[in-house]
């Protein structure tokens, strides 16, 4: 029922403008951005007769097709008679992005239960009030006033449309991208469950990643969750875990919020992930997005740093996660590689001068083991003796390219942010990058437990 939202053959921007400071402004710039845009843009203002070329219509009545997709950004007072006027056109959905209803006072939410009910009535879905609209990648639709997200494969639904943005940022930063994006804000008719269908049906979407404050019908989320969790992996981000961040929720989007301990329980249970921070969310979105599913638990680390692959044993201790013991085989294949004062033990410590060469061979013999099903290599970049600061990763992502990427690997180069070639490189590679042991550990976690979710299947 939502395919219409992210696919229309006609968009009606109701509140439409050419001030540059206002959100009508905004949308329909970025609608208009995609110059191959296959749906047709009709403006509706009382102010203007024409904007950026286009003929303006004093009424969404006044448009001469058919409407799909009406986006209103007029003022609060407003809404509910041009929402009357969509109702007359027969408009079949509507994205309320202005603000000022219930997240205000018991009168807006009031005002939203009566548009909610007339448009229900008229067979009318509606998304908002107070959201940013949305975005259909895979069309270049970008029907919202944020930036438009890096192209990819993940699909977030969000409460908060500011979320939404810093996570493009995030995405644009750790070379990951997005296919779908949909703010439901004060969520007053179409709900997660049926957007999570919708990204469910949806083959350019691989995984749904979630920011929620509130749910109105928990049993029926959780229901979907579990229908839909064997096909694609599911994160979902809380906000309003705290006391003071339920208050804060609830004057965000003015609805009751949620008992976290059981909802918990129930994701948990359900197969989804749950991210207790943000960090750990962009982290799951990285791990989902880069790294194949392993076929057992057992890790292999490899490292010039004694320092990290012991923060990175205690995090995997922590999570209980699982370090692989190296057989006689796999010892007699790496010695070679290595000088005689390295101990053929996991975490494998090549100390400091273990080059790209020591890390391409023994990165790939690792991941032509039996015995390792998840291989983490840990590099610290070294200052001295003119090493190239991606020669290591380098060796690392050619052993995975000549495998065939069949294992996940977890490459932790530790706080390497802003060593441009490495960056470059990966972004290039297509390849994951990890920065702290915690997000290693986390990875590894979650990425397991996938694999055991979908073995009891």
Known sequence: ?????????????????????KFGNAVTI????????????????HKSTEIMGLKCYRSVIDVPKDVDLAIILVPAKFVEEVVDNCIEK????????????GEIDEKGKIVERQ??????????????????????????????????????????????????????????KENLGCSKFANV?????????????????????????????????????????????PNKPIIILKGGRSPKGMKAASSHTGSMVTNYKMLKTSIKQAGAILCENVADF?????????????????????????????????????????????????KEKMAPHLIPLVK????????????????????????E????????????IPPFLEMDPSEHYRGIIRAWNETKRIKPIIPLIFFSQNFETLISYAKEENAPIFFTPHEVAFSAKIIIERMKFLSKL
């Not at 027969?90 to 202005?98: A, L």
């Not at 996991?346 to 391409?360: E, K, R, S, V």
């Open 369 to 380: 083991d039996p015995r390792i099903d998840i291989i983490v290599p840990c590099v610290v």
């Open 90 to 101: 027969r408009v079949k959905r509507i994205i309320i992005i202005t603000a000022g209803f």
């Open 1 to 21: 029922m939502v395919n219409l939202f992210f696919k229309p053959k006609t968009i009606a921007v109701i509140g439409a403008t050419a001030n540059p400071k």
């Open 282 to 330: 962009i982290t799951a979105l990285k791990s989902f997005y880069f790294l194949p599913i392993p076929q057992g638990e057992d890790i292999g680390i490899l490292t010039n740093s004694g320092g990290s692959s012991v923060l990175f044993s205690d995090k995997a201790e922590e999570f209980g996660l699982n370090l692989a013991e190296f057989s006689e085989e796999l």
């Open 115 to 172: 548009i909610a009910k007339k448009c229900r009535e008229a067979g009318i879905r509606v998304m908002g009030p107070n959201c940013v609209g949305i975005q259909n990648l895979d069309i270049a639709l970008n029907a919202s006033f944020l930036q438009i997200a890096p192209q990819g494969n993940i699909s977030l639904i969000s409460q908060s449309g500011s979320f939404g943005c810093a996570s493009f940022y995030a995405m644009e």
């Open 344 to 367: 053929l033990i996991n975490p494998l410590d090549m100390i400091a001068l273990a080059a790209g060469i020591q890390y391409y061979e023994i990165t790939k013999l690792m991941l």
């Open 185 to 229: 804000g004060n969520n007053i008719d179409v709900s997660f469950s049926e957007i999570l269908e919708f990204f469910n049906e949806d083959v350019n979407t691989h995984i749904i990643c979630i920011y929620m404050e509130t749910i109105s019908d928990g049993r029926t989320f959780l229901n979907t969750l579990k229908r839909i969790l």
């Open 30 to 45: 970025n609608i208009l951005r995609n110059k191959n845009i296959e749906s047709e843009l009709f403006l509706v203002t």
